[in-house]
T-cell receptor
Framework: NAGVTQTPKFRVLKTGQSMTLLCAQD?????MYWYRQDPGMGLRLIHY???????AKGEVPDGYNVSRLKKQNFLLGLESAAPSQTSVYFC???????????FGQGTRLTVV | GEDVEQSLFLSVREGDSSVINCTYT??????LYWYKQEPGAGLQLLTY?????DMKQDQRLTVLLNKKDKHLSLRIADTQTGDSAIYFC??????????FGTGTRLLVSP
């Protein structure tokens, strides 16, 4: 049982480049989330999804796009990377609101 | 305010009790959570409390909820060096969004 898997684990981008982070869960969860973690700021919600084909903005959505074409996958895209997007990105999924979320191991992204 | 607030740092000696505090924002949050993050790892769900409860105990962990003050606390009894980590509280905002606090770094010294 893999749980929540994020790829890649590390990436270095140049300013202006684009990339997609992939999150896959094998638990048939409805809810999926993308967070970024920065020192002293905890986890901030970027976008989330409450089911296949749906997405919604979180607290810090600017500069990011997401898609949930399949229930098990939640993709986070950066169209034109900026140094301010240097961070550790976490994906999470949960079956319902009440049962808590399961997290992936994170993707460390550096934009130079 | 809009932020879920936690103190940044707590230091205790092995064997003592640790109390980590959190002030949340959404009075309609149905569930409130405590997560643990060890270095280089993702977050692990420790425990949660339903909003109609005042207290929940789970082995060494005790969660207290004061809905009037929107205050949540996590008490760890007999703290061990393996408990050293960052602890996050989280609330469900608007019934869908899971919003986290800034995290409290717990350091347990022998």
């Amino acid at each position: 049982n893999a749980g929540v898997t994020q790829t890649p684990k590390f990436r270095v981008l140049k300013t202006g480049q684009s990339m997609t982070l992939l999150c896959a869960q094998d638990m048939n969860h409805e809810y999926m989330y993308w967070y970024r973690q920065d020192p002293g700021m905890g986890l901030r919600l970027i976008h989330y999804s409450v089911g296949e084909g749906t997405t919604a903005k979180g607290e810090v959505p600017d500069g990011y796009n997401v898609s949930r074409l399949k229930k098990q996958n939640f993709l986070l895209g950066l169209e034109s990377a900026a140094p301010s997007q240097t961070s550790v990105y976490f994906c999470a999924s949960s079956p319902t609101q009440g049962e808590g979320a399961f997290f992936g191991q994170g993707t460390r992204l550096t934009v130079v | 305010g809009e932020d879920v607030e936690q103190s940044l740092f707590l230091s205790v000696r092995e064997g003592d009790s640790s109390v980590i505090n959190c002030t949340y924002t959404d009075s309609s949050s149905t569930y409130l959570y405590w997560y643990k993050q060890e270095p280089g790892a993702g977050l692990q769900l420790l425990t949660y409390i339903f909003s109609n409860m005042d207290m929940k105990q789970d082995q060494r962990l005790t969660v207290l909820l004061n809905k009037k003050d929107k205050h949540l606390s996590l008490r760890i009894a007999d703290t061990q060096t393996g408990d050293s980590a960052i602890y996050f509280c989280a609330e469900t905002r608007g019934f869908q969004k899971l919003v986290f606090g800034t995290g409290t770094r717990l350091l347990v010294s022998p």
